[in-house]
């Protein structure tokens, strides 16, 4: 089959024939159709966090039709459809037994080490280890995947658009429902309008807040989080996001940070209102330190973390799904350009520029 193979940090997408093995126990062989264009890949690429050794198929924001079930990969058939995330989980550790899956010690092992849960790698190029990207690596004509990381969708689902709820919209509308949840009448900010922070502002939206202000430095960005449902949008390369903010609403209860800068993170705290917190998306280079004004800590003003929307994917993504079939949640917008795997290089070149919205690789 053919895939994108990263060989290390900064190189080029090569296109080669790579050898992809059967799925064993608990896994599926899944024929991708669509693999959304995410940051996270970036941060591989750029080499921002050590997320995979090289060589690599990267790629993780993903949807495709089953087409072989290893045995114990209970509730799949070939055929179905699904999309493939990040957290998949093994029910042994002692944190799948806390009821806490996402953080899966199994899964976090076989991602450092590029493999699957039993720490081998399915796919290999004349011979030689190639290593999987977050137990997903979509960048390829095929994947094989744990099955508890998979969730079956509808077939009316389109799967280019259920590809970004497998990342930037459980990532997004997680991050305000579950992790933040968010009351309704409240004011938001989101720091950084990409494919995460407008399934904050649309997930902000949906949760019934009143107030929703979109900080970026693109207008075509600020565009687009206005069609998703931002109430008010500040340009943040001509004026001062945290002065406007308190011109707007005199501060908010939930600040979003979705870039990953010490820079746009100070500015988001200092946007809190009393008793309001700060919910940092974006993730930070490896070994990042943050400096913050202490004194809000005095108004009961907090800080939290945030993984994947601490997703919960049996019950979120069928929400999200049926919340896009009843016209709730926007996908089609956030599609920018779908592009081959030839166009890997420039697609990322875009990601990196900030231009555009989701750039999705698509398969015939
Ligand atoms: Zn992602
Ligand atoms: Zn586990």
Known sequence: MKAAVLDGVGAKFQVREVEIDKPKSGELLVKVVASGLCA?????????????????????EAAGVVVEVGIESVGFSPGDHVIMSIVPNCRT??????????????????MAAG??????????????????????????????VPASGAV????????????????????????????????AGSRVAVFGCGGVGLNIIQGARIAGAKTIIAIDI?????????????????????????????????????????????????QAWGSVDVDGGLILVGLLKNGATLTLDADPFVNEQWITGCYFGSANLKKDVPKLIESYLNAHLFLDELISEQIDLDGLDLAFNRLRAGEGARNVLVFD
């Not at 890949?41 to 750029?46: F, G, V």
């Not at 209860?253 to 746009?264: I, K, S, V």
């Open 152 to 183: 079956v969708i509808p077939d009316e689902m389109p799967l280019d658009r259920a590809a970004l709820i497998s990342c930037a919209v459980l990532t997004g509308y997680g991050a305000v429902v579950n992790t933040a949840k968010v009351k």
């Open 40 to 60: 996270s890949d970036l941060n591989a690429i750029d080499g921002k966090r050590k997320l995979v050794p090289f060589p690599a198929v990267i790629g993780h």
């Open 218 to 266: 693109t207008s075509e960005k600020l565009e687009l989080a206005r069609k998703v449902g931002a109430t008010h949008t500040i340009n943040a390369s001509s004026t001062d996001p945290v002065t406007e903010v308190k011109k707007i609403c005199g501060g908010v209860d939930y600040a979003f940070e979705a870039l990953g800068l010490e820079a746009t993170i100070q």
């Open 115 to 144: 493999g699957l849960f039993d720490g081998t790698s399915r796919l290999s190029y004349e011979g030689t280890r190639i290593n999987h990207f977050l137990t997903v690596a979509s960048f390829a004509e095929y994947v094989v």
């Open 93 to 110: 550790c002692s944190y799948c037994m806390s009821g806490r899956p996402n953080y899966c010690s199994t899964a976090g092992n076989a």
